[in-house]
């Protein structure tokens, strides 16, 4: 029995010692990236472990699983993490739990953990961010984005393949399809990072051709991530920091940390490289972009004093090369996750986040930049371009039309692959509103149909103006309009428009003046007339005064503005002088008027006649021989536009 019970102890003593051993490995393995490795043996230490699992060993698992992509595997052992402490986990972990159902697609749990999580931050920044950002998501599709997408199939690899870069016709990229000499990355057993530049087809969208880029700055271990100053004589980019000797400087707790390099290049070779001053190897720099003035640099750091994992800042860059202390972008694009690959297009800022609400994984977002770097809420841009999975390291050429970015997405080709895309202009439309009223009493007129046609005189929209004579409609931007308003029995006003770039914006003031039919005419003896005032001929004179054309244009106005109208002329005078001379002045002067009206466009065929009548038509008692004073004689001196059909 003594015997048993002493091997018992031993036998346990030895598991125990072995499990150590197998905990001790995996430490190891992790620290150095190990990461296939460091899961192996936390699993083995696990299996041989007679005690609940230590948090810490949890934790690793998962982010081991997540750094090469396991998602259901990492899933497995965050959910194990979310079990053991419950309300108490960490933010950072909380996120990675429910980033890694996002990843899994599991949306309907990951939903309600979001929730939570924003809930216990008691922030209502929070809130109105995830709102937003929540409805943006929901509202594109496949079907109505604004971006097609294309697998990169003639240069991506089985390996990883990533962080394109304009550079004139061509475009420079990171990839671990080869090895300068030879060694592998313990993270992911593939070859170190290397940079290659490939012909760009502007066309298509396609690269080309890879071939080394700048082989002098080709090292052991990994180099990626660049951008370029416009006129492509300085170049930024990430590398491992390294001893002299060309061997990786560690931090005490034996992390190997990246920096930035800049570069200054002359005639498509490097000439020069200086490590910037606020590198060190206590942390990482990387993911560089300079703004196309050369101004302002934007990288990736994991420094003290962030918001989460990692997160963007900037730094000015003065005329002579120097720079001032990075700013953190703050907590509108920073949280408590990983902000990464920043890339700056005029005041818009794109870059990768898991810390926002997306799709899963990192997704690419937009935030545009108000002034001083004050951003607007950041933007997801939704599917296809992010996935379910890692989507990162988005470039957009100076036209807005295509660009590059990468993803781990299942359905790509290798690990990392990059993707082309075309961007469609996004829809924007402008609202023009204003008021139709009566020319005679001012007052709003209601009903009032207002057509707009564009430039091909194609109708392009309508509206009609509520009780208080208002409209409004809404019109693509950038471009010319002919606003028509019209109305049955009323006259009809247009307006030339043209809408500018500002989506949703408002053109207030486009008034029209409206005038009724029945404000143009009078009626005598059962005889619709258009209204004039008398028309005033020189002495003996068929000829068109001044006076008289102020007249005839309201008769061409209302035959313009009421196209079914026809009339007849009839003209007559005083009974001064002899009746056959008044009859063959009538008659001239009915003809003059016909020829005026003519003259401005109007139809002859809408004229049915053209009469005079002399004197034989008096509207008053002033015949030949009553004696009349000059104004009983002016009333019967007249023009009368008798309407015959409208």
């Known amino acids: 029995m003594k015997y048993i019970l002493s091997l018992s102890i031993l036998l346990i003593t030895v598991n125990f010692a072995m499990g150590q051993r197998d905990l001790r490995v995996a430490e190891r393995y992790y620290d150095e990236y190990a990461y296939q490795e460091a899961i192996q043996a936390y699993e083995r230490y696990l299996e041989n472990s007679n005690k609940e699992p230590e948090l810490d060993v949890l934790q690793k698992l998962g982010d081991a699983n997540l750094y090469l992509s396991n998602i259901p595997q990492a899933l497995n052992w965050y959910r ?3 079990e053991m ?14 980033q890694a159902l996002r990843g899994n697609r599991d949306y309907e749990e990951a939903e309600k953990h979001t929730k939570k999580y924003i809930e216990r931050k008691h922030d209502e920044t929070l809130v109105k961010r995830y709102v937003a950002q929540k409805k943006l998501i929901d509202s594109i599709s496949d079907d109505n984005s604004l971006y097609t997408i294309k697998n990169l199939e003639a240069i991506n690899t089985p390996n990883s393949d990533f962080g394109p870069a304009f550079y004139g016709d061509k475009v420079v990229y990171a990839s671990s399809k080869d090895s300068v000499v030879g060694n592998m990355y313990s993270w992911n057993k593939q070859p170190f990072l290397s940079l290659y530049a490939a012909i ?7 690269l080309a051709e890879p071939k ?11 180099d990626a991530t660049l951008s370029f100053t416009k006129n492509l004589d300085t170049v930024y980019y990430t590398t491992n920091i390294r001893h002299k000797k060309n061997k990786l400087l560690k931090t005490k707790e034996g992390t190997s940390n990246f920096h930035i390099i800049r570069g200054i290049l002359a005639e498509g070779k490097l000439i020069k490289t200086e490590s910037l001053p606020f590198n060190s190897t206590e942390y990482s720099t990387g993911h560089p972009s300079i703004r196309q003035d050369g101004k302002y640099l934007f990288f990736v750091s994991d420094m003290p004093g962030g918001y989460g994992e990692t997160d963007i800042y900037v730094t000015q860059v003065f005329p002579d090369g120097s720079v001032n202390t990075p700013k953190n972008l703050g907590s509108k694009i920073n949280t408590e996750g990983r902000e990464m690959f920043p890339f700056v297009k005029g005041d818009t800022l794109y870059f990768s986040s898991d810390g926002h609400y997306g799709v899963g994984g990192l997704d690419i977002f937009s935030a545009i930049d108000k002034g001083d770097f004050n951003y607007e809420n950041p933007k ?9 999975r890692d989507d990162f390291s988005f470039i957009i050429d100076s036209t807005e039309q295509y660009g590059y970015f990468a ?3 299942l359905e790509g080709k290798g690990d990392d692959d990059i993707y082309s895309f075309r961007k469609e202009k996004p829809a924007c439309d402008q609202f023009i509103t204003g008021t139709v009223t009566d020319s005679l009493t001012k007052k709003p007129i209601a009903e009032v149909k207002v057509t707009a046609f564009n ?6 929209a309508d509206t009609v103006t509520n009780t208080n004579g208002v409209y409004q409609l809404e019109l693509p931007c950038e471009q010319t309009y002919r606003l028509v308003a019209s109305k049955p029995n009323y006259t009809q006003d247009e307006e030339e428009v043209t809408t500018e770039d500002e989506n949703k914006a408002t053109i207030e003031g486009i008034d029209f003046v409206l005038t009724n039919y029945d404000d143009l005419i009078k009626k005598e003896d059962d005889k619709e007339m258009i209204s004039v005032n008398p028309i005033y001929f020189d002495f003996d004179s068929a000829e068109i005064t001044p006076k008289a054309i102020t007249e005839l244009d309201k008769v061409v106005f209302v035959m313009r503005e009421f196209p079914k109208v026809k009339i007849k002329i009839e003209s007559h005078t005083d009974a001064r002088g002899s009746d056959k001379y008044n009859l063959q002045l009538s008659q001239r002067r009915a003809e003059s008027t016909q020829a005026y009206i003519i003259s ?13 009548y002399g004197e034989t038509q008096l509207k008053n008692h002033c015949s030949n021989g009553v004696k009349c004073t000059d104004e009983e004689h002016e009333l019967n001196r007249r023009s009368d536009f008798i309407i015959i059909e409208k």
């Open 80 to 82: 194990k993490v979310y």
């Open 85 to 98: 402490q419950g309300s108490n986990i960490s933010d950072q972990y909380y996120l990675k739990y429910i």
């Open 200 to 206: 760009q087809n502007g066309d298509t969208g396609d």
């Open 212 to 222: 080394p880029f700048l082989p002098e700055i080709a090292s052991k271990y990994h």
């Open 380 to 388: 997801n841009l939704g599917r296809p371009v992010n996935s379910n």
């Open 407 to 409: 993803s781990n997405r």
């Open 455 to 460: 430039k091909y005189e194609e109708q392009v």
């Open 600 to 612: 401005k466009g109007i139809d002859a065929t809408r004229i049915e006649s053209a009469k005079g």
